[in-house]
């Protein structure tokens, strides 16, 4: 099946909500997790969009060790979790569907050739199998009653367009500017050496993203969009490391909060 067969055709065979992944949780209910780009699947019959099996091993197809700190983070703290498995190259969910990168044609100097000349039918069924089941269980979750703080995890490049990215972990917030500044602290309790980025090195606004404005501006809960430089989470004793950083902080900041 190819990128050209037929919305109607690609439906009879459905995977809507296959690339949702929920950790349950236990004795921690009111932390929630989310993970956008914790895999790099692509549905049956997208051709694996026109790119290289090595291709989906880079930052461009998932946030490189963001999932796995994300389900490290779930046992640990005892928090739900919902994790979408389905490549960002598909669809970007930390992105409203509307953003020119929703759906990139080109990422980071890539071209993907199987998102050149998407229909609006081609988008509506991205939408309908991997985005809107994804929102639909985050939404789910932190609707619950004894739901108080909700965390996204994402990785980023420790360098993009020829500049250096330093920071270890970058915090991005907007309106709930106590939920990230509270995290700081408690992470440099942690380790004093940690150099942390407030906003950086990304900003949120409307048009771009999905988690902070929709998520947690909308629910009204504490929350923070926590992003490590993928280069510490590449392995699993860098994933144990800043899982058990953050869980710690976490822990500490509910205390606080």
Request: with cysteine; aromatic share 6%.
């Amino acid at each position: 099946m190819t990128q050209a067969t037929s919305v109607a055709d690609r439906r009879a065979g459905s995977e809507a909500g296959r690339y949702v992944e929920q950790v349950a949780g236990g004795r921690a209910p009111e932390i929630v997790l989310v993970c956008e780009h914790a895999g790099r699947h692509v549905p049956p019959g997208l051709g694996n969009l026109g790119l290289p099996p090595a291709a989906f091993k880079r930052h461009i197809a998932l946030d490189i060790g963001a999932g796995a700190v994300t389900r490290r983070m779930a046992a640990l703290l005892g928090a739900p979790a919902v994790l979408n498995t389905c490549s960002r190259l598909v669809i970007d969910c930390n992105r409203p569907v509307t953003a020119p990168d929703a759906f990139p044609a080109v990422s980071d100097g890539t071209r993907v050739p199987g998102n050149a000349g998407l229909t609006d039918a081609d988008r509506a069924w991205r939408i309908e199998t991997v985005y809107t089941p994804f929102h639909t269980a985050v939404a789910d979750r932190i609707a619950a009653p004894d739901v108080r703080a909700i965390f996204s995890i994402h990785s980023f490049t420790p360098e993009m367009d020829g500049i250096a990215r330093p920071w270890d972990i970058g915090l991005l917030f907007r309106k709930d500017q106590r939920t990230s500044r509270l995290l700081a602290s408690a992470l440099n309790e942690g380790d004093a050496d940690l150099r942390i980025g407030m906003n950086e090195p990304y900003r949120i606004d409307d048009q771009s993203d999905w988690f902070v404005p929709v998520h947690g501006e909308g629910s009204g809960l504490p929350h923070s969009l926590i992003e490590i430089r993928n280069d510490h989470i590449r392995d699993p004793a860098g994933i144990e490391r800043f899982a058990v950083l953050l869980s710690t902080a976490i822990a500490k900041l509910m205390e606080d909060l």
